[in-house]
């Protein structure tokens, strides 16, 4: 009956409306970001090379700053760091149940992202293909030895990738 009377007191309903409203525009503001993050790829997928590249290093800049700080790069360093971070826990009586907190979320939107540029970029020779003739051959050849628009971010994500996977 306790807990009935605090749930129905007006102060702690708005406190827990705000915090469900908070989390509602964090949602929202992901999901803002995703699809934004979406619609540039798709409208970049039929852009020249150089218009690839500086679309990819726009969208991943921020993700290189965090990912890039030794901070970061600590909580990959072993299983127990990397659990510490991203799968918080807690004991309700005999059963864990793992959360979904915000640094785990900002992980898997991070992770997703990179899939998605790898994934929505073609390699210079696909693209080179679609669009030659028989007469564009020297072009396509140039264009074949252009680099895919992820390398230049591989040096920086390659290795904390594998260590979370």
Known sequence: DGCRERLCQPSYRNTMLLLVAVLLCQILL??????????????????????????????????????????????????????????????????????????RWSLHHELQLFERVLRRTPPPEKQAAAAAEPQQQQQLQQQQQQQHPFTPHLEWSLMPVAAII
């Open 30 to 103: 992901i999901c803002l970001q995703v699809a934004l993050h979406e619609g540039l790829m798709a409208a970049a997928s039929g852009c020249d090379a150089q218009l690839q590249h500086q679309l990819l290093d726009w969208l991943l800049r921020p993700v290189h700053a965090k990912w890039s700080t030794q901070g970061w790069l600590s909580h990959l360093a072993g299983p127990a760091a990397f659990a510490a971070e991203y799968m918080q826990h807690e004991v309700q009586g005999a059963a864990v149940v793992v959360g979904s907190s915000p640094q």
